[in-house]
């Protein structure tokens, strides 16, 4: 059981490094037999999303008249979708973020950007291997 012993390290690594929170223990609590995919669903949305949106800040902030107001409407949403994951990384750089968009810092939502590109990116891959490991757990592929 590699596999198992490999998905409870990097777990427990996930934990103490501070990228996922308690919020990730409650929503691994809502899987069961009836929906046995349901945390894989939920990572693979949330990182989705998380794309699309860190691409839609990127385009926004390139402009030469930034409107705070939209780029805020969406680091909210990243806020939230990663407060709802348990992507306690994520979560805390978009509460520094929404502050530069309040006082209308276009340098520090730039800086702010990097910040949850590098963290969003690593929590991703994180999560990508998280999946593998499960799934080798669960016998679809070879172990």
């Given at each position: ?37 349901f945390v894989s669903e939920v990572v693979t949305l949330f990182c989705q999303d998380g794309e699309r949106i860190i691409g839609e800040l990127a385009k926004l902030l390139e402009k030469p008249s930034v409107d705070f107001d939209r ?73």
């Amino acid at each position: 059981m590699a596999a198992a012993n490999q998905l409870s390290a990097l777990l427990n690594n996930m934990y103490a490094t501070g990228l996922l929170d308690e919020q990730f223990q409650q929503l691994q609590m809502l899987q069961d037999a009836s929906a046995p995919d349901f945390v894989s669903e939920v990572v693979t949305l949330f990182c989705q999303d998380g794309e699309r949106i860190i691409g839609e800040l990127a385009k926004l902030l390139e402009k030469p008249s930034v409107d705070f107001d939209r780029v805020d409407a969406f680091v909210h949403q990243l806020k939230g979708s990663s407060a709802s994951v348990g992507a306690q990384k994520v979560k805390n750089t978009c509460i520094q973020f929404r502050e530069f968009c309040q006082s209308r810092s276009k340098d520090g939502c730039l800086k702010t950007l990097d910040s949850v590109r590098t963290e969003f990116y690593d929590l991703r891959g994180k999560f990508q291997t998280m999946l593998q490991l499960e799934r080798q757990i669960q016998g679809f592929y070879p172990k």
